[in-house]
């Protein structure tokens, strides 16, 4: 193995640009304070503790979820959170952490990768975190060729009390090939939001076991998983699962992939307009994605939802992201 001071420094360098920009985020956004939309956006309005407290109200993997960000995301093969986890992958399932990672494999089996992006409106699961707004986003993965990873993946938020204006995810799993031609991704997903201070609908952490399978059709790559979130404080005292299947194909002689995703969210996160009795939406999104060099990409994807429609939270939105591998 590399020497632990050599390894430190290398994951020094690598984060601090990704950390001065999350940190720095409200100057460069100018976010505006909006705690109660910020605590509806999150999917608590439904769940919000008050007098009546009912489960099925309102949050936030893909993997964001990443992009599943264990939502949307593709990270090292896992469906992390964002805008999936992952561009237009990230709006998906969008786990939990992002899509694009230059790849720095070292002579004992360690891989580092990281990535950076900014987008025009920070999606997951089709409802919006950035309140519309522009999003800055980074992560870092380390895997082991034997197939466990860990990594995290940060993002600029709408600013509030409850939630602050980062969210940081923390993630660790398992990916590989279990039968020829089809690849398993299990894995445990850590939402914080660092700077939150709690605020009326209480704690904001919550974890998110995730697990999908992908495998190939001729030439469309196709994912499939779920998460589940037991019950939390965070989320009402009550649990959720997300459930997806995801598209992609590269168009031959091109450099343009398309993707698809659409997703099911039930539970305490599946109601995020706050409507009574409910307890689960749907949502879907279809975007390309277009590599400019082998470092850069940009990608602009259609997303929605079947809930009713906020502006600025879970109505449809076309998004525009470009990330840069590092």
């Given at each position: 193995m590399?020497?632990?001071?050599?390894?430190?420094?290398?994951?020094?360098?690598?984060?601090?640009?990704?950390?001065?920009?999350?940190?720095?985020?409200?100057?460069?956004?100018?976010l505006s304070l909006a705690c109660l939309e910020t605590v509806?956006?999150?999917?608590?309005?439904?769940?919000?503790?008050?007098?009546m407290t009912?489960?099925?109200?309102?949050?936030?993997?893909?993997?964001?979820?990443?992009?599943?960000?264990t939502s949307g995301k593709t990270i090292l093969g896992r469906n992390a959170k964002s805008t999936i986890v992952g561009l237009s992958a990230i709006l998906l399932s969008t786990t939990a952490a992002p899509a694009f990672a230059q790849?720095?494999?070292?002579?004992?089996?360690?891989?580092?990768?990281?990535?950076?992006?900014?987008?025009?409106?920070?999606?997951?699961?089709?409802?919006?975190?950035?309140?519309?707004?522009?999003?800055?986003?980074?992560?870092?993965d380390v895997a082991h060729e034997s197939g466990f990873y860990i990594g995290t993946w940060g993002s600029s938020i709408e600013d509030s009390p409850t939630y602050g204006h980062t969210e940081l995810d923390v993630y660790g799993g398992w990916s590989g090939e279990v039968m020829s031609g089809l690849t398993l991704d299990v894995g445990l997903l850590y939402y914080i939001y660092p700077n939150g201070e709690g605020g009326i609908a209480g704690p904001s952490d919550y974890f998110e076991p995730y697990a999908s399978v992908?495998?190939?059709?001729?030439?469309?790559?196709?994912?499939?998983?779920?998460?589940?979130?037991?019950?939390?404080?965070?989320?009402?005292?009550?649990?959720?699962v997300y459930i997806y299947t995801g598209a992609s194909a590269g168009i031959p002689n091109t450099p343009i992939?398309?993707?698809?995703?659409i997703g099911l969210n039930e539970g305490s996160l599946g109601n995020p307009a706050g409507v009574f009795g409910v307890n689960?939406?749907?949502?879907?999104?279809?975007?390309?994605?277009?590599?400019?060099?082998?470092?850069?990409?940009?990608?602009?994807?259609?997303?929605?939802?079947?809930?009713?429609?906020?502006?600025?939270?879970?109505?449809?939105a076309i998004v525009f992201t470009l990330g840069v591998s590092f």
């Open positions: 590399a020497p632990c001071g050599a390894s430190a420094t290398f994951l020094n360098y690598v984060t601090f640009p990704v950390v001065f920009f999350l940190v720095q985020r409200n100057n460069i956004e100018q509806r956006v999150r999917g608590i309005w439904r769940n919000k503790k008050t007098a009912k489960s099925g109200g309102a949050i936030r993997i893909n993997e964001k979820g990443i992009s599943m960000r790849e720095a494999e070292s002579s004992n089996g360690i891989t580092i990768s990281g990535n950076a992006a900014v987008t025009s409106d920070y999606r997951f699961r089709g409802l919006s975190f950035s309140d519309g707004d522009i999003a800055i986003q980074g992560g870092i992908s495998g190939s059709l001729g030439p469309v790559e196709i994912t499939s998983g779920i998460a589940y979130a037991w019950s939390q404080d965070s989320l009402g005292n009550s649990d959720n992939t398309v993707n698809a995703n689960d939406y749907v949502d879907w999104m279809l975007g390309v994605d277009v590599a400019i060099t082998d470092n850069l990409t940009a990608s602009l994807a259609y997303t929605d939802t079947d809930a009713p429609s906020i502006n600025n939270f879970t109505d449809s």
